[in-house]
């Protein structure tokens, strides 16, 4: 596909130059339309960053923007992309699972960092040039696996369905403690859910499974996916 082919939001994007513009050199470009919007959501959300709030930040008028972002639909995903940020130099490491630890641990850092990003609306699969690093990250570490190429789509699908969902739950319990809403929710629980009733779910409760285990309940919850989920690539290695 030649450059000219291209949708003009995937262009800017990848920051494809456009047609050269006669007259002065344009005052503002994608780049720092994407750096304000970003400072924008670091401090006060997604849901503060509005095109007109972002030309307010830089001095222009909201129709000003529209020679770089083509709307807010793709200024979120022109954040999302920049905020995400090239995955760094992981060390390659004997053991594919150790290398998909350090891939996943690392996602959910970038996670951490800005925690908006989970708020950002999913339209389609990861296309921005700094999404695609952590694509060739994650495929990096599978090369030696034997596993096609099919398959470790499919794996970094699920894995980056996981390290989204425990940064969504971490956004969520972000002001409360999530070890005593866990023990008050299996404590009440325990007390409602009849045997006779649910006898499956009854014992669950009177298991204490939601009393907290030592250290940090989020940080249990991730590696405990996260091992299930290698448990399950190792399998499908073995096959």
């Not at 001095?59 to 639909?73: E, P, W």
């Not at 999404?131 to 699920?158: E, K, P």
């Not at 249990?220 to 499908?236: C, K, R």
Request: charged fraction near 25%; proline fraction near 8%; avoid cysteine.
């Amino acid at each position: 596909m030649g450059d000219r082919e291209l949708p003009a939001a995937l262009g800017r994007l990848w920051r494809r130059p456009a047609s050269p513009r006669l007259g002065r050199p344009a005052e503002l470009d994608v780049d720092r339309v994407v750096r304000a919007a970003v400072e924008l959501a670091d401090h006060g959300g997604l849901d503060g960053v509005t095109l007109q709030k972002v030309a307010q930040s830089l001095g222009f008028t909201k129709m000003a923007l529209y020679r770089h972002v083509g709307s807010k639909d793709e200024l979120f995903e022109l954040m999302a992309d920049h905020a995400t940020g090239p995955a760094p130099d992981l060390p390659e490491e004997p053991d594919w699972r150790d290398g998909v630890r350090r891939w996943a641990n690392a996602v959910r850092a970038r996670y951490a960092e800005h925690p908006w990003l989970v708020e950002v609306p999913l339209s389609g699969p990861p296309r921005g040039p700094n999404a695609i690093s952590w694509v060739d990250a994650l495929l990096r570490a599978l090369s030696d696996t034997g596993l096609d190429l099919a398959t470790q789509a499919g794996v970094l699908n699920v894995l980056s369905g996981h390290v989204r969902n425990a940064a969504v739950l971490a956004r969520q319990y972000g002001r409360v403690d999530q070890a005593e809403v866990e023990r008050d929710y299996g404590r009440a629980l325990a007390e409602l859910v009849e045997p006779d009733r649910f006898p499956h779910a009854a014992g669950l409760f009177t298991a204490a499974v939601f009393e907290a285990p030592p250290g940090n309940p989020a940080d249990h919850d991730f590696t405990f996916g996260l091992e299930l989920i290698l448990d399950g690539v190792t399998a499908a290695i073995n096959r």
